[in-house]
């Protein structure tokens, strides 16, 4: 499978749950779409090379993953109460 029909077949899994393309990908976006691909590499190139290509594209993640920055949470801003009048 080249890059064309990687691209294309990750296009389609996105494109059939109805995602936008400017949707931000969550962990779980992320490995439902990775099923997808894996079940057509497994159909069109054999399970072997489809196990290889899932092996080495879990690997790039969880590396990619290590240098991506974690956006910090900071607590928002919350009005104090008013206080009773005595």
């Known amino acids: 499978m080249g ?3 990687a691209e294309m077949t990750i296009q389609g899994a996105v494109q059939r749950r109805g995602w936008t393309a400017v949707r ?19 159909d069109q190139v054999g ?11 879990s ?4 590396q990619l993953a290590e240098t991506v920055p974690v956006p910090t949470v900071t607590p928002a801003f919350t009005e104090s ?3 009773a009048l005595r």
Do not use: F, H, I, S
């Open 59 to 62: 690997t790039d993640l969880a």
């Open 24 to 42: 931000a990908l969550g962990p779980r976006d992320v490995v439902a779409v990775l099923q997808n691909v894996y079940r057509v590499m497994r």
């Open 3 to 5: 890059v064309r029909e």
């Open 47 to 57: 399970e072997g090379r489809a196990d290889k290509w899932l092996e080495v594209a």
């Open 81 to 83: 109460a008013p206080r």
